[in-house]
């Protein structure tokens, strides 16, 4: 059109009118936060106009990547401000605020036809410029400490981030993962979650309403709403060196007992809302080992559980009975616990440090709350994964030590399903109870010489094979006398045996702990054999009807119901043979030792298979002969006489038992 003509005069006056107009409706948006009604007058605005002017002229062209001064932000009079590149910074982070609220409103406007297009669109022009735009974000927070108040940019930011990542009305959007999965994005993720408040020097929290959760906290947990973003954060985790990576997951590490810090009054709502979708957020991330490993480094585990329990106990002390408050911190709670029971190398360790910092009275302040969510579902807490572990003595103790068995004793009117496995649980502690505290100095038998005079009991140190170290002696006597009989054959298997982990060969190694499996297997036998399954035992090389009978206390799954399938009329018959492997000759001669003497009829002789817990894929697998002296005291008459330790997978084997 002619240069100064009415068209022209009138498209420019149209032009500054919508300019008036967005200007208008985005301000609005900016300053009712919690108000719906600015967002669908946007809404309507945009589906009527199709305004693309909004994005591409006030949004990106600020943002254009070109405009990054290169130079650092100054500090000075406001004549510095004067500068075109400080006007340029300025325009920019003025774009950043205007972008958040255009693509709120596309996330929450009710979709139509020509919203959806429109959506579409922008979309589209967004994901070809955000790298660009990224740049510009990375460059303010760079020199972020040099800003009076940054803290509205990074609410805008952190905004911005979840709208243009997260699906509206639950319906995929393949625009919006593909800006999830982008490097850039998950750099800006970590930009902001690693920005300090000038005011405070910690880490920033973005709560606007006391009761509603941290937003950077969101924007974490919308990158775990798929499994392809999921993958494309570990993997950019892992695309850094080290010494960024620690810094990264510092940011999250250091942040939970900042929560606490500031969970005063109505705050602590949001602040346990905000807890559970950290905890939920770093435990995928412990799902891949090497990040395991880094957040173990930063004692990740400890200062959680640590964070949680302040908080319980915050809410306890002011009488808090906010429903929101108590289910988010049970889901926290349920999330952390499993989390270690699954990925750790060591559970015990974990559960132990764990508990030591209050996480089972925390967990025992929850349980009023933990009730299951819908008919049909399993309650939230305890966790039955978790049962197995209260044997083990580390962790019973860290319980008992810190006194807060007397709390879980005295809980009440609890939902049905939440006391059906409190019940579970309190039978093992009593049981860890009664093995760590009340039959602390009965003796157990831990010679591996299977030619030990059983009527000796020594308190001499237990001596173990300097070469694979999994076997123990009483005496130098005993030592030489079972290499002679069968340790030599064993031995440089064992010793060349590789194990997922070095934890594992060191459980099998503990003196202290095979002295726990085994108390606990002459408490279980002496005082509720009811629980013993009867079963039959698979004899390397020797055909299944030449089984042996055993009894079998799985202590690794208790809780979870029967483990061996298949029971009825028929006994079914364990083969433990890829478990045996070289301690397959030692068992064996068990058997034969029991064989003879239960013929020769002088002695009642009894087999047990046993498992304890390691960690997610195995299990510690004990064989023991036990003998029974009639005239020892009641719940004492049954000792170990020997006993085979091996590493085993969870899953029990059985086979065809119709030949029996």
């Known amino acids: 059109m002619p240069p100064g003509s009415v068209a022209e005069v009138n498209a420019v006056a149209a032009r500054a009118y919508r300019r008036r107009k967005r200007e208008k409706l985005i301000y609005a948006i900016r300053v009712n936060i919690h108000n719906l009604n600015p967002i669908l007058a946007l809404a309507d605005y945009l589906e009527v106009e199709q305004d693309f002017e909004l994005l591409e002229e006030d949004v990106l062209r600020p943002l254009d990547p070109s405009l990054?001064?290169?130079?650092?932000?100054?500090?000075?009079?406001s004549e510095l401000w004067e500068a075109p590149e400080i006007k340029n910074i300025i325009a920019a982070m003025g774009a950043l605020s205007s972008a958040a609220p255009l693509f709120r409103t596309l996330m929450h406007a009710p979709p139509s036809e020509a919203i959806t297009s429109y959506a579409v669109k922008c979309l589209g022009i967004w994901i070809e410029a955000w790298p660009g735009v990224t740049k510009w974000i990375a460059y303010c927070f760079m020199h972020a400490s040099r800003l009076k108040d940054h803290e509205w940019l990074l609410a805008d930011c952190t905004d911005l981030l979840v709208s243009i990542t997260t699906t509206p009305w639950g319906t995929p959007d393949p625009l919006k993962e593909e800006l999830s999965l982008m490097p850039c994005t998950i750099d800006v993720l970590f930009i902001l979650l690693g920005q300090i408040d000038n005011k405070t020097g910690k880490y920033s929290h973005i709560q606007v309403m006391y009761?509603?959760?941290?937003?950077?906290?969101?924007?974490?947990?919308?990158?775990?709403?798929?499994?392809?973003?999921?993958?494309?954060?570990?993997g950019r985790l892992l695309s850094v060196s080290r010494k960024t990576r620690h810094v990264l997951i510092a940011a999250l590490v250091d942040r939970p007992q900042q929560f606490v810090d500031v969970a005063e009054g109505s705050r602590i709502i949001g602040v346990a809302k905000s807890m559970d979708l950290l905890v939920h957020s770093v435990m995928q991330l412990t799902s891949h080992a090497e990040l395991f490993k880094e957040f173990s480094r930063q004692d990740c585990f400890a200062k959680l559980a640590l964070a949680c329990s302040a908080l319980a106990e915050k809410?306890?002390?002011?009488?808090?009975?906010?429903?929101?408050?108590?289910?988010?911190?049970?889901?926290?709670?349920?999330?952390?616990l499993l989390t270690v029971t699954v990925y750790s190398t060591n559970p015990?360790?974990?559960?132990?440090?764990?508990?030591?910092?209050?996480?089972?009275?925390?967990?025992?302040?929850?349980?009023?709350?933990?009730?299951?969510?819908a008919p049909g579902a399993e309650c939230v807490l305890p966790p039955l994964d978790l049962l197995p572990h209260l044997r083990v003595r580390k962790v019973f103790e860290s319980i008992w030590k810190r006194g807060d068995l007397e709390q879980f004793y005295r809980r009440q009117n609890l939902h049905e399903k939440v006391e059906d496995i409190c019940k579970l649980y309190h039978a093992a502690i009593a049981s860890a109870h009664a093995v760590h505290v009340g039959r602390r100095d009965?003796?157990?038998?831990?010679?591996?010489?299977?030619?030990?005079?059983?009527?000796?009991?020594?308190?001499?140190?237990?001596?173990?094979?300097?070469?694979?170290?999994?076997?123990?002696?009483?005496?130098?006597?005993?030592?030489?006398?079972?290499?002679v009989s069968l340790h030599h054959r064993e031995c440089r298997h064992v010793k060349n045996q590789k194990y997922k982990h070095r934890g594992m060969k060191a459980t099998l190694c503990s003196i202290q702990l095979k002295h726990d499996y085994l108390a606990h297997l002459e408490y279980a036998l002496n005082s509720d054999p009811v629980n013993a399954i009867a079963i039959r035992k698979r004899r390397a090389n020797r055909p299944l009807n030449e089984?042996?009978?055993?009894?079998?206390?799985?202590?690794?799954?208790?809780?979870?119901g029967n483990t061996i399938p298949g029971l009825g009329q028929q006994t079914p018959i364990l083969d433990t043979t890829d478990v045996d492997r070289e301690w397959g000759p030692r068992i064996e001669r068990c058997i034969k030792q029991a064989e003879e003497e239960l013929h020769a009829g002088s002695s009642q002789i009894v087999l047990v298979e046993s498992t304890f817990p390691l960690d997610q894929f195995s299990r510690l697998c004990t064989f023991a002969t036990l003998r029974e002296y009639p005239d020892a005291p009641k719940g004492y008459r049954w000792k170990v006489l020997a006993s085979v330790f091996r590493v085993g997978k969870h899953e029990t084997r059985l086979l065809d038992t119709g030949i029996l």
Request: overall charge negative.
């Open 68 to 77: 990054i001064p290169q130079v650092t932000l100054p500090q000075g009079g």
């Open 211 to 234: 009761t509603e959760r941290c937003a950077l906290m969101e924007a974490l947990r919308v990158q775990f709403l798929s499994d392809a973003a999921w993958d494309a954060i570990h």
């Open 315 to 336: 809410a306890h002390t002011t009488n808090l009975t906010d429903s929101g408050f108590w289910k988010a911190l049970s889901g926290a709670i349920t999330t952390l």
């Open 348 to 373: 015990t360790v974990c559960l132990a440090k764990m508990f030591d910092a209050g996480l089972f009275l925390c967990m025992i302040r929850c349980l009023p709350y933990s009730a299951p969510r």
């Open 442 to 483: 009965v003796h157990i038998s831990l010679c591996s010489n299977l030619q030990h005079p059983t009527s000796r009991v020594t308190d001499e140190e237990l001596k173990t094979c300097s070469q694979c170290h999994a076997v123990t002696y009483c005496s130098k006597s005993c030592q030489e006398q079972d290499w």
């Open 547 to 560: 089984s042996v009978p055993v009894c079998l206390f799985d202590f690794s799954n208790q809780g979870r």
